[in-house]
């Protein structure tokens, strides 16, 4: 007989544990580096400015660690068994993981269904540009488009599952207590400890983060929560575009806002918060702050003249925060920001679009060449 107990799968215990099943995956995901920037703090005049740099996180971004880790975890539940397991099994007929996505997370979502042999379908909005579905695609996801925003295909995915269609791996939901959705911030708490052992003596006072749905800043208040240096303050940032963090704190359950939510930092297109993320955010104080389409704009060349890696205006979303706040007087005063403050932003993701397209045109040349 069965040990139907001993037999369910059981997340991971901490961070470290979720790092090291990542790792037995893929020795790709290797802890990304904690880089200091000193000549941009110079310019900012502040002590300290740290950029965490997940653009070169296998899958080049953060949300390998969500999507895949939660994807795997999902699997585990629905065959009952453990996710070394299963992965040891790869077992045929498994329910196809389904989700919703900017590009990032259905990525993840798409590798942890490659590496437990199941199948994928990723739902995108019309304005996931070309190349990032076809990165998914090549993951060996099926890709649904949908018409509308991110929000739009969120909800598509939600009824395809319900449907039948398979297990959704989201990674934002209304329901606070969602198991899916905390695997996914349980994968991004990988980077706090990181952070926490590459920090180093000096301990950030400010940490400046990405918004969208919530998800990653939530995981990074918890992880950071009683370790960061005083005022100890986490600053979610969003573009006013789709600013839906600080309604969501302000009315203490998520709002959706309206619009096309369209903004060059593409992966924070949301119209509405996360409830599981928001319940963290408000334990922790997390302050939101919006940036202009113009600070989206100037951060990556901000961090790239300092020395800093190439991203996009979604992978520098915090840093625009950061100097948007320094800019203000007032604002600098309500995040009690001074020359002694030490920032903490994080580099979410990698300035693909030029690798990918020019290993499309390779393609082509190769294929007009055996032609």
Request: proline residues 7%; contains cysteine; negative net charge.
């Amino acid at each position: 007989m069965t040990d139907t107990a001993s037999s369910r799968p059981r997340p991971a215990s901490s961070p470290d544990a979720i790092a090291a099943f990542l790792r037995g995956l893929d020795p790709a995901y290797a802890p990304t580096p904690l880089r200091t920037l000193p000549a941009l703090a110079r310019t900012l005049g502040v002590a300290q400015v740290l950029a965490k740099d997940e653009s070169v996180r296998t899958l080049g971004s953060f949300k390998s660690l969500g999507g895949t880790y939660a994807g795997l975890m999902a699997l585990a539940r629905a065959a009952g068994t453990s996710p070394a397991d299963l992965l040891a099994a790869r077992p045929a007929g498994q329910p196809a993981l389904i989700c919703a996505s900017d590009g990032n997370h259905g990525l993840a979502v798409a590798a942890a269904a490659r590496f437990a042999g199941a199948p994928a379908r990723v739902f995108l909005h019309a304005g996931v540009p070309p190349w990032r579905a076809r990165r998914i695609r090549d993951e060996g996801a099926e890709i649904v488009r949908v018409a509308g925003t991110y929000d739009d295909a969120v909800e598509a995915a939600a009824m395809a599952s319900r449907m039948g269609a398979g297990l959704l791996v989201a990674d934002t939901t209304d329901d606070p207590s969602d198991p899916t959705v905390r695997d996914v911030m349980a994968g991004y708490g990988v980077m706090a400890a990181e952070i926490r052992d590459q920090a180093g003596g000096d301990r950030p006072t400010h940490l400046f983060v990405q918004a969208g749905v919530g998800g990653l800043a939530a995981a990074m208040a918890e992880g950071l929560a009683g370790w960061l240096g005083p005022p100890g303050l986490v600053v979610a940032v969003e573009p006013e575009q789709a600013a839906c963090l600080a309604p969501a704190l302000a009315a203490g359950h998520p709002v959706r806002v309206p619009g096309d939510l369209h903004t060059t930092a593409e992966m924070l297109s949301c119209g509405e918060a996360s409830a599981p993320a928001l319940t963290l955010l408000r334990r922790h104080g997390t302050k939101a702050a919006t940036v202009t389409e113009a600070e989206l704009m100037q951060a990556p060349k901000i961090l790239a003249e300092a020395g800093g890696p190439a991203t996009t205006p979604s992978g520098a979303a915090g840093l625009a925060g950061l100097v948007a706040a320094l800019a203000d007087p007032a604002r600098a005063a309500e995040f009690r920001l001074d020359r002694e403050s030490r920032v903490l932003v994080l580099v979410t993701e990698a300035a693909l679009q030029e690798v990918v397209q020019e290993a499309v045109r390779e393609a082509v040349r190769e294929s007009v060449e055996e032609a």
